[in-house]
T-cell receptor
Framework: DQQVKQNSPSLSVQEGRISILNCDYT??????FLWYKKYPAEGPTFLIS?????DKNEDGRFTVFLNKSAKHLSLHIVPSQPGDSAVYFC??????????FGQGTRLTINP | DVKVTQSSRYLVKRTGEKVFLECVQD?????MFWYRQDPGLGLRLIYF???????EKGDIPEGYSVSREKKERFSLILESASTNQTSMYLC??????????FGPGTRLLVL
């Protein structure tokens, strides 16, 4: 029972272009969503989050969009840079409870 | 600056050995978590703890146990290591209703 799904295992984007990573969820009780970034041999680091009362949150080059009716969120990175190459995990929680993670998407930024 | 440390970055153990993975956080966080990360499966929650001496099973607790004798320390124990427990193990901590911070991970190989 995968409550949070990232259907694209990998994504390749040209440097300077926009990267769009997608995430779908099934539990309508989730009210807080996060994106984490992970480099090889390191722990995930928090990137950006959004509450279910919002539909957009922006932080520099990173924007997260939430579409509650479609149970879908996306992370936009613009412009993409080589240092953005990593595995990205979306996660969701209900209240202050434990996070449920997606499978991850490996983003590769090509020069 | 939040710091979550894990006792080892790499471990090699033999089948049947008892394995201890230690995690320490220095921010007085109430909640601590143990995950394993496997390709294509994302981060799966093994056990978590809301307070000292308290523990809750996550999604995949079989073959594992935990100990939280002090607030800053959360230990994961593999009672009898098996080859299917070869994985990256990640510890995390957080206060209630805040962002979760991860340690650098322990890559465990069971031969």
């Amino acid at each position: 029972d995968q409550q949070v799904k990232q259907n694209s295992p990998s994504l390749s984007v040209q440097e300077g272009r926009i990267s769009i990573l997608n995430c779908d969820y099934t539990n309508s009780m989730f009210d807080y969503f996060l994106w984490y970034k992970k480099y090889p041999a390191e722990g995930p680091t928090f990137l950006i989050s959004i509450s279910s009362i919002k539909d957009k949150n922006e932080d520099g080059r990173f924007t997260v969009f939430l579409n509650k009716s479609a149970k879908h969120l996306s992370l936009h990175i613009v412009p993409s840079q080589p240092g953005d190459s990593a595995v990205y995990f979306c996660a969701a929680s209900q209240g202050a409870q434990k996070l449920v993670f997606g499978q991850g998407t490996r983003l590769t930024i090509n020069p | 600056d939040v710091k979550v440390t894990q006792s080892s970055r790499y471990l090699v153990k033999r089948t049947g050995e008892k394995v201890f993975l230690e995690c320490v956080q220095d921010m007085d966080h109430e909640n601590m978590f143990w995950y394993r990360q496997d390709p294509g499966l994302g981060l799966r929650l093994i056990y978590f703890s809301y307070d000292v001496k308290m523990k809750e099973k996550g999604d995949i607790p079989e073959g594992y146990s935990v100990s939280r004798e002090k607030k800053e320390r959360f230990s994961l124990i593999l009672e009898s290591a098996s080859t299917n427990q070869t994985s990256m193990y990640l510890c995390a901590s957080k206060r209630l209703a805040t962002t979760q911070y991860f340690g650098p991970g322990t890559r465990l190989l069971v031969l």
